[in-house]
């Protein structure tokens, strides 16, 4: 079991306001854009499209970071969804702003932020702990502990 090292260091991003609030949890990545309308499962959280490296994987409660949105505008609508049946993720970090991205995480409500200092793909790994104050642009990473 992954846990986070107490004493790593604390690695800050900055980054663009796009749903303000605090969130933090941890972290779920992916270098695969996301599709909302038929790549999630709204009831659950769920990412359940074919081909991506995440399916089968829940992001509720995460911080999500990712590249970003693709597929329809039925994007908002699933992810209406998830706010709605409480499987939201508690954040999201995404590189490629779009519409449909922007009024994603708009009807989500999860604290969003884009156009960072650094690219978060290459700083946050899966399990990390993940601090986001959006209101601030600025994300807090605390490293997992390597498994032995």
């Known amino acids: 079991?992954?846990?986070?090292?107490?004493?790593?260091?604390?690695?800050?991003?900055?980054?663009?306001?796009?749903?303000?609030?605090?969130?933090?949890?941890?972290a779920l990545v992916t270098r695969q854009a996301?599709?909302?309308?038929?790549?999630?499962?709204?009831?659950?959280?769920?990412?359940?499209?074919?081909?991506?490296?995440?399916?089968?994987?829940?992001?509720?409660?995460?911080?999500?970071?990712?590249?970003?949105?693709?597929?329809?505008s039925g994007w908002s609508?699933?992810?209406?969804?998830?706010?709605?049946?409480?499987?939201?993720?508690?954040?999201?970090l995404f590189n490629d702003m779009s519409a449909k991205i922007a009024l994603g995480a708009v009807v989500t409500r999860a604290p969003a932020l884009t156009d960072f200092d650094r690219d978060p793909l290459s700083v946050i790994e899966t399990g990390d702990w993940v601090r986001v104050d959006a209101d601030q642009g600025i994300v807090e990473v605390r490293k997992k502990k390597a498994t032995t």
């Open 77 to 92: 609508n699933a992810f209406h969804l998830t706010r709605s049946l409480g499987v939201a993720p508690a954040a999201m």
């Open 1 to 26: 079991m992954n846990r986070i090292d107490p004493d790593a260091e604390t690695i800050v991003l900055r980054g663009r306001c796009v749903v303000e609030g605090t969130a933090e949890g941890e």
């Open 34 to 72: 996301i599709s909302g309308w038929g790549g999630i499962d709204s009831r659950t959280g769920t990412i359940v499209e074919v081909r991506h490296e995440l399916r089968g994987v829940s992001f509720a409660g995460k911080v999500l970071v990712f590249p970003g949105a693709k597929g329809s």
